[in-house]
């Protein structure tokens, strides 16, 4: 089995930073793209950030210049450094990542339980 660990959210004033992780565990061979994606209250869950086992990324336009995708293939691990945090950041903050597990064939997508980012005066 796999699974995908979000940690780091938090409570942040406007204009602050925080990074979020996600760590997947199990039966991995292999990890593709890994996705940060984030739902509001209300409305439908959107992608963020995105980067492949190659290390090339793609953001949302309403966070590029502000949010930096990362990962570290060696940790199964991907991070989200945001900075210059909105209030309209408000959002839980889910992980996925397409992985190849042992004793199938073929990338499948898996979600984390997703993370809370508040951002508040």
């Known amino acids: 089995q796999v699974q995908l660990v979000e940690s780091g959210g938090d409570l942040v004033q406007p204009g602050g930073s925080l990074r979020i992780s996600c760590k997947a565990s199990?039966?991995?061979?292999?990890?593709?793209?890994m996705s940060w994606y984030r739902q509001a209250p209300g409305k439908q869950r959107e992608l963020v950030a995105a980067?492949?086992?190659?290390?090339?990324?793609n953001y949302a336009d309403s966070v590029k210049g502000r949010f930096t995708i990362s990962r570290d293939n060696a940790k199964s691990t991907s991070y989200l450094e945001m900075n210059s945090l909105k209030p309209e950041d408000t959002a839980v903050y889910y992980c996925?990542?397409?992985?190849?597990?042992?004793?199938?064939?073929?990338?499948?997508?898996?979600w984390g339980q997703g993370t809370q980012v508040t951002v508040s005066s």
């Open positions: 980067i492949t086992n190659g290390g090339s990324t």
């Open positions: 996925n990542a397409d992985i190849w597990t042992s004793g199938r064939f073929g990338y499948r997508p898996y």
């Open positions: 199990g039966s991995i061979t292999s990890i593709n793209t």
